[in-house]
């Protein structure tokens, strides 16, 4: 069919890949780092000039563009930005968004109008702030687009048309993924009037072709375009930890949340992917780490000496305050320490579990609304660690596949470029992600165990953290061809779940809002 380029614009470079349309072979690759300010458009499209230097693109028919998410660029009438752009990790909107979701009566009312919460990423958090805090700005605004969005646009030669794509749309908070459409009141409610936003075009759909003849397919963010490298599809739930975690799965529609846990996207593909969100993941790792004088892979060694259930330690990872469950200021804890368990091996296979069954717990959140998940794809450098990848599938109870590092995002993106100029239809069939793949196997009831130990004691220190009805972590998900109920076994010379929080614990780290990484790190 020909070749098709996917390019990657992340917060600090630009990544191309060029591959066969049909079979999804690499055949080159460009790559260069953002030169100038990060909240700096102009710094974005030079970064591509530089990564297609030297005759990348040359004979491409089509590109998908991704781009970092949630980034914001706001427009004045002739189309040029009245301010640098306003990035995703941007933390200074947190009140904004907090004040703009009691505007609109609260969290459920937000949930509802689209599938999500605001938050300090949202770009509507950010119009809310610009009109609060740089008035004469936003009185000038007429046009918002997102990085992908904008990155198009100027590929395009700055047409009349402007666009973007449901994926990159629904983390705008003023885009509905169950209704598949714009509410403009949410955007006068943030920014006092009304603007200009681009057509949300559909994912086999293109954007437009530039003056030279090279198709340019919709485009998507990041968080999509990697979900459609990886070729996940319904069963499928993809756990990325960075410092931070999140976990998201492939449904086939929107999940209106209303206490917020839930946040509802769209994917590349015109199915969804609702995401759950922790503060704590690999930090809990590296944190422990460093208590005990050594690295990531010395944890890990010292993890797979002791047993599961750590002797009986419990850590509940919340150094960073959570959201899921929502406990915004509550801190870590370790719990059922004993003098034989003070040791720290134990300490480490502790932390090890404690993050994993933390992202078990915003699994199963999923789970309890109905979402399949047969398989976890585990991404990330803590992904790579024995002991993560001996004790993730017993506690996750599922598959967990562990992708060989590539840049899944510009895959992704040069896939919807290969469907883009197949004309429709169903998207392009390349290979799936080369991998590794863990059994949960006979150390199902076990890790099953280990992790009730786990829900009992964060029951116990924090009741109804997830509010009523049955405790995340009890009900059990399909392994296969039938329904698995597993026992309440007890690790041999361990105290009973029940036991384990009543022997006291240590107590650290303070809530600062802070948010790590959504994918990988």
Known sequence: MGIVAGLDSSADHTRIIVCDADTGAV???????????????QSWLISLGKAASTGQLADVQAIGV?????????MDATGAPVRPALLGNDKRMQTSAADLADALGGREAWAQAVGAVPQAAHPVSKLRWMARNEPEAAARVAELMQPHDWLVWQLLGRPARRTTDRGDASGTGYWS???????????????????????????????????????ISAGTGETMAAAFGLGVGIGDAVISLGASGSVFAVHHEALVDPSGTITSYADATGMHLPAVRTLNATRVLRG????????????SELALRSTPGAYGMVLL?????ELT??????????????????????????????MLCGLADALDVLRARGVQVRRVFLLGQAAGLAAVREAAPALFGAQVVVPQPADYTALGAARQAAWALSGGGQPPQWPAAAAETFEPGEELPVGQAVRQQYVTVREQTHPGAFGPGPVVGQAREQHGPGQ??????RMPGHPAPGQAGETGGTYGGAYDGTYGGTYGA
């Open 27 to 41: 055949v080159k690759q460009g790559y260069a780092e953002h030169s100038g300010e990060r909240d700096d458009p």
């Open 66 to 74: 991704s781009a970092q998410q949630q980034g914001l660029i706001a």
């Open 177 to 215: 993924a169950a209704m598949e459409s714009y509410r403009p009141d949410l955007i006068e409610l943030a920014l006092g009037h009304q603007v200009r936003v681009p057509e949300v075009v559909g994912p086999a759909d293109s954007a437009g072709s530039t003056p030279e003849g090279l198709l």
């Open 288 to 299: 422990t780490a460093e208590l005990l004088g050594t690295d990531l892979d010395g944890l």
């Open 317 to 321: 990872p919340y150094l960073e305050g």
């Open 325 to 354: 469950p929502q406990l915004p200021h509550t801190a870590g804890s370790l719990h059922g320490m004993r003098r034989e368990s003070m040791k720290p091996e134990h300490l480490a296979r502790a932390a090890v579990e404690g």
């Open 484 to 489: 698995q109920q597993v026992p309440d076994q």
